[in-house]
């Protein structure tokens, strides 16, 4: 089985940052693309920020130039450093992963958890 766990959220006043980190472990054969999405109460899940294999990275335009993803030295795993946050980043936010596992060699989407972001004064 594989398994993406969350880390880093919490309560952050306006402005400020944080930083997420996303650990991917398991039967892994390959992890191709990474991201970050987010739900926020009443509204539909939203990808965030994306970032292949390769380094390309996507992101949604409410987050460009705030929010920077990276993938670790260590292939399993994936960053979201969140500056200037605003109350309205404020969601529940899921790492993903397209995973190939050892039995099966076939790629499909895992996700986390979910952590809490929360900006508020």
């Given at each position: 089985q594989v398994q993406l766990v969350e880390s880093?959220?919490?309560?952050?006043?306006?402005?400020?940052?944080?930083?997420?980190?996303?650990?991917?472990?398991?039967?892994?054969?390959?992890?191709?693309a990474m991201g970050w999405y987010r739900q926020a109460p009443g509204k539909q899940r939203e990808l965030?920020?994306?970032?292949?294999?390769?380094?390309?990275?996507?992101?949604?335009?409410?987050?460009?130039?705030?929010?920077?993803?990276?993938?670790?030295n260590a292939k399993h795993t994936v960053y979201l450093q969140?500056?200037?946050?605003?109350?309205?980043?404020?969601?529940?936010?899921?790492?993903?992963?397209?995973?190939s596992t050892i039995a099966t060699r076939l790629l499909r989407p895992y996700w986390g958890q979910g952590t809490q972001v929360t900006v508020s004064s």
């Open positions: 880093g959220g919490g309560l952050v006043q306006p402005g400020g940052s944080l930083r997420l980190s996303c650990a991917a472990s398991g039967s892994i054969f390959s992890i191709n965030v920020a994306t970032i292949s294999s390769g380094g390309t990275t996507n992101y949604a335009d409410s987050v460009r130039g705030r929010f920077t993803i990276s993938r670790g969140m500056n200037r946050l605003k109350p309205e980043d404020t969601a529940v936010y899921y790492c993903n992963a397209d995973v």
